[in-house]
């Protein structure tokens, strides 16, 4: 079973992503900044990491990214990235910090699906 880490210091959508993920096999896990998405990751070593891009705490997404993919463990865990910025240059920025992928909110609970499978296979 894939084990997926959302990271996303909004309640409802951390909790709208789960009721998307539910009736799929993967296993979930949770945090809500960056300190704790990387603290969590270093613990489970997860499959996929779902990342908000802006959080509080002192580290964004683009930080937690740079640092997953910098650590030997975790080097291999995929990341979306998933942000409100919607400018070229903030896609970039998500792919050049190493994120395998890029969605912007809104989205649907389809593309986030469809998001996930292609970037787990």
């Not at 779902?50 to 080097?75: N, W």
């Amino acid at each position: 079973m894939k084990k997926i880490l959302i990271v996303e210091d909004q309640s409802e959508i951390r909790e709208l992503i789960k009721v998307t993920l539910e009736f799929e096999d993967y296993e979930i896990y949770e945090a809500s900044n960056g300190p704790d998405a990387l603290a969590s990751a270093k613990r489970v070593t997860p499959d996929l990491i779902l990342l908000d891009v802006m959080m509080p705490g002192g580290m964004d997404g683009t930080e937690v990214c740079k640092q997953v993919k910098s650590d030997s463990r975790l080097s291999r865990t995929r990341v979306i990235m998933l942000s409100a910025k919607s400018q070229v240059a903030d896609k970039a920025a998500g792919v050049s910090a190493g994120a395998d992928s890029y969605l912007t909110k809104p989205f649907s609970p389809m593309e986030l699906l469809k998001s996930i499978k292609k970037v787990l296979r």
